[in-house]
T-cell receptor, first 115, second 110 residues
Framework: DGGITQSPKYLFRKEGQNVTLSCEQN?????MYWYRQDPGQGLRLIYY???????QKGDIAEGYSVSREKKESFPLTVTSAQKNPTAFYLC??????????????FGNGTRLTVT | QQQVKQSPQSLIVQKGGIPIINCAYE??????FPWYQQFPGKGPALLIA?????SEKKEGRFTISFNKSAKQFSLHIMDSQPGDSATYFC?????????FGKGTTLSVSS
C-alpha cells in the first residue's frame, strides 16, 4: 500500500537534546511537508520541500532543521533551540501539478514529549 | 490576510443531526478550499474540497457551501453518525501556501 510512514509514533527526550523524526513516502510525490499540531492551534507549517536538495521555511521554522537527500525521505530535526518542542508532528506529501491544487496526504504523526 | 477563521471550536450533536462548521478568509488569492478529517492519534485525511467557481459540492453525506462574495465556506454533515466524531479542519490554498483553520472537534452522540 502506498502511503507515508512516520516513526516512531511516540518519542521522549530530555530537554537540551536534539531529536530527529523520520518521514518516508512511497507515493512518488515531489513535495513533502512538516506540520506541527498543538491543541486548539490547528496545523502550522514548519518546513516544506518541492524537490530533492531544496527546502523552504514555513511559518514556524525556528528551532527546526530538515534535509531532503532522497525524494522518499524528509527527516525533521527538533533542535535544543526550539523553546517548546512538545507537540504532535505531522509529515505530509503531495504531487505538484501545473495549474491544479494537489491534496496533502498525511502520515499518522509522531508525538514528541520533551521533559 | 493569511488567516482562515474556523468556528465553532467544538460541536456536539445527536445522531441524525446536521452539524455545520464555518470558515472565513480574507485573502482573495485563495483558489482551493479543502476540508480535512482527523481521528484521534491519526493524521488528517482529505474529506472534500471546492474551488471558488462552484457554490456547492456534495460527496455522500458531506456538503461544502461556498459564498465567494462573503469570503465564507462551510461544511454540512447530513444524517451525522457517531463514526463522524472527529476533528475537522478547513483550509485555503493559494499557490504553495495552504493555511489551516484551527479545527472543530465534533462529537456525535448516539
Amino acid at each position: 500500500d502506498g502511503g507515508i510512514t512516520q516513526s516512531p509514533k511516540y518519542l521522549f527526550r530530555k530537554e537540551g537534546q536534539n531529536v530527529t523524526l523520520s518521514c518516508e513516502q512511497n507515493l512518488n510525490h515531489d513535495a513533502m511537508y512538516w506540520y506541527r499540531q498543538d491543541p486548539g492551534q490547528g496545523l502550522r507549517l514548519i518546513y516544506y520541500s518541492q524537490i530533492v536538495n531544496d527546502f523552504q521555511k514555513g511559518d514556524i521554522a525556528e528551532g527546526y532543521s530538515v534535509s531532503r537527500e532522497k525524494k522518499e525521505s524528509f527527516p525533521l530535526t527538533v533542535t535544543s533551540a526550539q523553546k517548546n518542542p512538545t507537540a504532535f508532528y505531522l509529515c505530509a506529501s503531495s504531487t505538484i501539478r501545473q495549474g491544479l491544487n494537489s491534496p496533502l496526504h498525511f502520515g499518522n504523526g509522531t508525538r514528541l514529549t520533551v521533559t | 490576510q493569511q488567516q482562515v477563521k474556523q468556528s465553532p471550536q467544538s460541536l456536539i450533536v445527536q445522531k441524525g443531526g446536521i452539524p455545520i462548521i464555518n470558515c472565513a478568509y480574507e485573502n482573495t488569492a485563495f483558489d482551493y478550499f479543502p476540508w480535512y478529517q482527523q481521528f484521534p492519534g491519526k493524521g488528517p485525511a482529505l474529506l472534500i474540497a471546492i474551488r471558488p467557481d462552484v457554490s456547492e459540492k456534495k460527496e455522500g453525506r458531506f456538503t461544502i457551501s461556498f459564498n465567494k462574495s462573503a469570503k465564507q465556506f462551510s461544511l454540512h454533515i447530513m444524517d451525522s453518525q457517531p463514526g463522524d466524531s472527529a476533528t475537522y479542519f478547513c483550509a485555503a490554498q493559494a499557490g504553495t501556501a495552504l493555511i489551516f483553520g484551527k479545527g472543530t472537534t465534533l462529537s456525535v452522540s448516539s
